[in-house]
């Protein structure tokens, strides 16, 4: 416990899924969160359970693809805490999986807007304070990208071009003691589930929707099995790891 006593971190995509249990999981380490989403909703249901526990947070509701209302929210939570230490980005819409030749170029268009390039602006508007003291940038991939998984042609195009921005910033960055590493995960959130529940009866196996079966014969889960290795790269425990990508799948993607 305590492991990020003292650090700001910034996590987009906070309202729901993978990013509600990080910051729970982020504020039991005693971390103060700046926490944003486009969805009021689950953001405000996410914010009031770290505070339940103890953590200072600062929460705002907005479209991070708007570039002005990003840099706003960077600057209202230097304000609030002086700098930012970790940066988690785990905002990008995905849809429900159809092949590549019903895809559209509008289908590209919100996964680029939402995934690369609120990545893209969120680590260059946290760079200058992440330099400071030394930071940690936790992106995400995905096995749809690795492995391209039919039905997300577009959100695993994006996904792929997010790991190399990656790679690239870990060695541009590192002089600047600042580690960038990406998570593939694999696990059913609440959301994924909650639309499995409502298809076919024949359709509710994740393996329907492209979830692979692990080498552990088992699905994730996101607070116990994602949330605590996104808590190792923004730790101190990570030092010296960067620019890679860790699969925290369950065994799907085994390689050396």
């Given at each position: 416990?305590?492991k990020l006593v003292g650090k700001v971190a910034?996590?987009?995509?906070?309202?729901?899924?993978?990013?509600?249990?990080?910051?729970?999981?982020?504020?039991?380490?005693?971390?103060?969160?700046?926490?944003?989403?486009?969805?009021?909703?689950?953001?405000?249901?996410?914010?009031?359970?770290?505070?339940?526990?103890?953590?200072?947070?600062?929460?705002?509701?907005?479209?991070?693809?708007?570039?002005?209302?990003?840099?706003?929210?960077?600057?209202?939570?230097?304000?609030?805490?002086?700098?930012?230490?970790?940066?988690?980005?785990?905002?990008?819409?995905?849809?429900?999986?159809?092949?590549?030749?019903?895809?559209?170029?509008?289908?590209?268009?919100?996964?680029?807007?939402?995934?690369?390039?609120?990545?893209?602006?969120?680590?260059?508007?946290?760079?200058?304070?992440?330099?400071?003291?030394?930071?940690?940038?936790?992106?995400?991939?995905?096995?749809?990208?690795?492995?391209?998984?039919?039905?997300?042609?577009?959100?695993?195009?994006?996904?792929?071009?997010?790991?190399?921005?990656?790679?690239?910033?870990?060695?541009?960055?590192?002089?600047?003691?600042?580690?960038?590493?990406?998570?593939?995960?694999?696990?059913?959130?609440?959301?994924?589930?909650?639309?499995?529940?409502?298809?076919?009866?024949?359709?509710?196996?994740?393996?329907?929707l492209g979830f692979k079966q692990t080498s552990?014969?088992?699905?994730?889960?996101?607070?116990?099995?994602?949330?605590?290795?996104?808590?190792?790269?923004?730790?101190?425990?990570?030092?010296?790891?960067?620019?890679?990508?860790?699969?925290?799948?369950?065994?799907?993607?085994?390689?050396?």
């Amino acid at each position: 416990m305590e492991k990020l006593v003292g650090k700001v971190a910034v996590i987009t995509g906070a309202g729901g899924g993978l990013g509600k249990y990080i910051a729970l999981r982020f504020a039991e380490e005693g971390a103060k969160l700046a926490l944003c989403d486009i969805n009021a909703e689950g953001l405000n249901e996410t914010a009031e359970l770290c505070k339940s526990i103890g953590a200072d947070v600062f929460a705002k509701a907005f479209d991070a693809t708007d570039i002005k209302q990003s840099t706003e929210f960077i600057s209202d939570t230097v304000v609030q805490y002086q700098t930012v230490d970790i940066l988690v980005n785990l905002a990008m819409a995905i849809e429900p999986p159809h092949s590549f030749l019903d895809h559209t170029r509008e289908t590209l268009d919100r996964s680029y807007q939402t995934g690369l390039v609120t990545t893209w602006d969120f680590m260059k508007l946290c760079y200058p304070y992440l330099k400071e003291n030394g930071g940690k940038i936790i992106n995400f991939g995905s096995g749809s990208g690795n492995e391209g998984q039919e039905g997300y042609a577009a959100y695993a195009a994006i996904k792929e071009a997010i790991r190399g921005l990656s790679r690239v910033a870990a060695r541009e960055w590192g002089p600047d003691n600042i580690n960038v590493n990406v998570v593939n995960p694999g696990a059913i959130t609440d959301a994924i589930q909650a639309y499995i529940n409502h298809l076919p009866e024949g359709q509710r196996d994740p393996l329907y929707l492209g979830f692979k079966q692990t080498s552990l014969r088992r699905f994730g889960t996101p607070y116990e099995d994602i949330a605590p290795a996104v808590l190792f790269l923004a730790s101190d425990d990570s030092r010296h790891i960067t620019g890679q990508t860790l699969n925290v799948d369950g065994g799907v993607i085994i390689n050396a």
